[in-house]
C-alpha cells in the first residue's frame, strides 16, 4: 500500500498568516491526489483535486501543487473559516490512503 | 443537487454483523461509482471500498482492512448503496460516509455519515 505522510500534524497561526501543509507520498503517484478539509462533527469536503484543481466554490486562497512523491496545500491568507483539519488522499492506486490529517488552531 | 444519507448504524457485538445503507437522490444511481470512507472516534478519514458503476458491471475495491469481511452491493432501483460488514471487530467502530467518486474532477458529494459501534 501506498503510505501517505502530512506535515505537521498540528500548527498555530493567526487570521492572515501563510500556513502550508506538506504530503509524502512513499511511491510516485503522479498528479493522484486530493485535499480535503474537515470540521468538528461534519463530513470532510473535497478542496482540491487532481494535486492542484480547485474545486467549484472553494476560496482561491486556497491552492495545491507537486506530483510524483511530494505536494503540498497552501493557504495564502488564513481566514476564521479555515480553522480546521486538513487531509490528503492519494488516488492513483488501491488500496486510496489518507493522510493523518493537519489540524490547525488559532494562535 | 446530490443528496446522500446514510442509515443502518447502531451497537453491534464483536463477531456481528451489519448493513448500512446510503440512498442517492439527484443523480443518475447507476451512471456513477460510489464508495465509503469511515472515520474512527478522534481519528482521521480511512477509505473502506468503491463500487464502479453500471457501465463497469458493478465491480469493487475494498481496503486491506476490510476486504473479506465487507461487501458494497447496489441496488439501483432503489438507488441505494449497501455496505455489509460481517466478523466485526472493535476497530470497525467509526463513522461510515457514504460519498461519490472521490477522484472525479466533478464535485463531490458526501453522506452525513452513521455510527458503527462494535462492543461488547
Known amino acids: 500500500d501506498i503510505q501517505m505522510t502530512q506535515s505537521p500534524s498540528s500548527l498555530s497561526a493567526s487570521v492572515g498568516d501563510r500556513v502550508t501543509i506538506t504530503c509524502r507520498a512513499s511511491?510516485?503517484?503522479?498528479?493522484?491526489l486530493g485535499w480535503f478539509q474537515q470540521k468538528p462533527g461534519k463530513a470532510p469536503k473535497r478542496l482540491i483535486n487532481?494535486?492542484?484543481s480547485l474545486q467549484s466554490g472553494v476560496p482561491s486562497r486556497f491552492s495545491g501543487s507537486g506530483s510524483g512523491t511530494e505536494f503540498t496545500l497552501t493557504i495564502s491568507s488564513l481566514q476564521p473559516d479555515d480553522f480546521a483539519t486538513y487531509y490528503c488522499l492519494q488516488y492513483k492506486t488501491f488500496p486510496f490512503t489518507f493522510g493523518g490529517g493537519t489540524k490547525v488552531e488559532i494562535k | 443537487e446530490v443528496q446522500l444519507v446514510e442509515s443502518g448504524g447502531g451497537l453491534v457485538q464483536p463477531g456481528g454483523s451489519l448493513t448500512l445503507s446510503c440512498a442517492a437522490s439527484g443523480l443518475t444511481f447507476s451512471d456513477h461509482y460510489m464508495e465509503w470512507v469511515r472515520q474512527a472516534p478522534g481519528k482521521g478519514l480511512e477509505w473502506v471500498g468503491r463500487s464502479r458503476n453500471k457501465a463497469n458491471r458493478y465491480t469493487t475495491e475494498y481496503a486491506a482492512s476490510v476486504k473479506g469481511r465487507f461487501t458494497l452491493s447496489r441496488g439501483d432501483s432503489e438507488n441505494s448503496l449497501y455496505l455489509q460488514m460481517t466478523s466485526l471487530k472493535t476497530e470497525d467502530t467509526a463513522v461510515y460516509f457514504c460519498?461519490?467518486?472521490?477522484?472525479?474532477?466533478?464535485?463531490?458529494?458526501w453522506g452525513q455519515g452513521t455510527l458503527v459501534t462494535v462492543s461488547s
Open positions: 460519498t461519490t467518486k472521490i477522484d472525479s474532477p466533478d464535485q463531490m458529494s
Open positions: 487532481e494535486a492542484s
Open positions: 511511491q510516485g503517484i503522479r498528479s493522484g
